[in-house]
């Protein structure tokens, strides 16, 4: 049972364009959703966070939205540079979690390039 | 550098052996995770400890065992070991345990290869 969904495996943006990339969850009681990204043979890096009584939070290029009742939440990065190229991983928390399935659940990421 | 220091970075073995992975938290912090990432899936959380004990456990097998030390590196243990335990393992750290908000700090992980 996959509580945290990011359908989409790849994505491929024209730099300075705009990348968005989609996370689905199906569990209400989440109250922290983060976004990581991954650079091969590195480990993840916290890139940004939402608190669910938020339905946005900005940081420079990178934008998170959350869209409670639909159980959606979206990272828009803008403009796009070839450095943002990477896996992205949606990540969750709630107090459900901080138990015997731990304190982030993950989705499977979706692999952004791109490109010049 | 995450602060996050996993040993080794790669490890090769075959079928039934036992190999052991460390993990050296960020200084401060508390708290290590253990993650597993293997082809194609996300990140599956294995186990937490919080100061020496033992705090959450996720999916992990009762092949693989953990412990953190008294100094707070922690130790993943995994024996018997299969073709499909291949793969990635993170160790992460945060300060306390349930603030999630500020994110886990990963280490660049050990890629484990069994034949």
């Known amino acids: 049972d996959q509580q945290v969904k990011q359908n989409s495996p790849s994505l491929s943006v024209q730099e300075g364009r705009i990348s968005i990339l989609n996370c689905d969850y199906t569990n209400s009681m989440f109250d922290y959703f983060l976004w990581y990204k991954k650079y091969p043979a590195e480990g993840p890096t916290f890139l940004i966070s939402i608190s669910s009584i938020k339905d946005k939070n900005e940081d420079g290029r990178f934008t998170v939205f959350l869209n409670k009742s639909a159980k959606h939440l979206s990272l828009h990065i803008v403009p796009s540079q070839p450095g943002d190229s990477a896996v992205y991983f949606c990540a969750a928390s709630g107090l459900s979690t901080r138990g015997s399935q731990g304190n982030l659940i993950f989705g499977k990421g979706t692999k952004l390039s791109v490109k010049p | 550098d995450s602060g996050v220091t996993q040993t080794p970075k790669h490890l090769i073995t075959a079928t039934g052996q036992r190999v052991t992975l460390r993990c050296s938290p960020r200084?401060?912090?508390?708290?290590v995770y253990w993650y597993q990432q293997s082809l194609d899936q996300g990140l599956q959380f294995l186990i937490q400890y919080y100061n020496g004990e033992e705090r959450a456990k996720g999916n992990i097998l009762e092949r693989f065992s953990a412990q953190q030390f008294p100094d707070l590196h922690s130790e993943l243990n995994l024996s018997s070991l299969e073709l499909g335990d291949s793969a990635l393992y993170f160790c992460?750290?945060?300060?306390?345990?349930?603030?999630?908000?500020?994110?886990?700090?990963f280490g660049s992980g050990t890629r484990l290869t069994v034949v």
């Open positions: 200084s401060g912090d508390l708290s």
């Open positions: 992460a750290s945060s300060g306390i345990p349930g603030q999630t908000f500020y994110g886990y700090t």
